[in-house]
């Protein structure tokens, strides 16, 4: 089992930046896909990026598109997602994973880390 410790959350204005970093092991890195997903308060958990081991393929969800960047440093074993233009509505706890294959269903991603919280104020 591998260990993902997702960091750079906190509190901005709205309309402001965060990058968000998640550190992983090369076991739970090297090879697969790498996500992030959020959950808000109350909320089901939601997809937001996800970024291929190969060729450095990337999804992001309409929600955040044109917004959040996600990027991996394969010899960091690490993946960032650089939140850009933050609203309010982008407030929850984010979430780190990894999978074998290219998917945005939670359900496929085997590891995650304890997560980080984003708060937005308006």
């Known amino acids: 089992q591998g260990q993902l410790v997702e960091s750079g959350g906190g509190w901005v204005q709205a309309g402001g930046s965060l990058r968000l970093s998640c550190a992983a092991s090369s076991r739970t890195f090297r090879g697969y896909s790498m996500g992030w997903f959020r959950q808000a308060p109350g909320k089901e958990r939601e997809f937001v990026a996800t970024?291929?081991?190969?060729?450095?393929?990337?999804y992001t969800a309409a929600s955040v598109k044109g917004r959040f960047t996600i990027s991996r440093d394969n010899a960091k074993y690490t993946v960032y997602l650089r939140m850009n233009s933050l609203k309010p509505e982008d407030t929850a706890v984010y979430y780190c994973?990894?999978?074998?294959?290219?998917?945005?269903?939670?359900?496929?991603?085997?590891?995650w880390g304890q997560g980080t919280r984003v708060t937005v104020s308006s």
């Open positions: 994973a990894t999978a074998r294959g290219f998917s945005t269903e939670a359900g496929e991603y085997t590891y």
């Open positions: 970024i291929a081991w190969n060729a450095g393929t990337t």
